[in-house]
């Protein structure tokens, strides 16, 4: 059974930064993401490692803001906001997957969501 179990949302200001945990409980998992979601609108792809790290993508919204890196020893990986803009609120969600697919792609594996919330 693959659980994600995301940690580090809360409420801060703009330009702040927050680091975002996912902690995985295989380390089977090919790639892992972050995909944020606000009410009314679709989910959309945040950032994207491979396990190994050799390959990494982000959206364009985040890039030069957020930096995704993983730690193998504790089977996490991690989104690292920086410059945080009250339009980055949104429910972030962690996924997984087994399969060597793009890291856009679709995701089996999902956590249950931490909120960030950016004031302005």
């Known amino acids: 059974q693959v659980q994600l179990v995301e940690s580090g949302g809360g409420l801060v200001q703009a330009g702040d930064s927050l680091r975002l945990s996912c902690a995985a409980t295989?380390?089977?998992?090919?790639?892992m993401g972050w995909f944020r979601q606000t009410p009314g609108k679709e989910r959309e792809f945040v950032a994207a490692i491979t396990w190994s790290g050799d390959s990494m993508a982000y959206a364009d919204s985040v890039k030069g803001r957020f930096t995704i890196f993983r730690e193998h020893a504790k089977n996490t990986v991690y989104l690292q906001m920086n410059g945080l803009k009250p339009e980055d609120t949104a429910l972030y969600y962690c996924?997984?997957?087994?399969?060597?697919?793009?890291?856009?792609?679709?995701?089996?594996?999902w956590g249950q969501g931490t909120q960030v919330t950016v004031s302005s």
């Open positions: 996924a997984g997957s087994k399969f060597d697919r793009l890291l856009r792609g679709e995701y089996e594996y």
């Open positions: 295989v380390r089977t998992l090919y790639r």
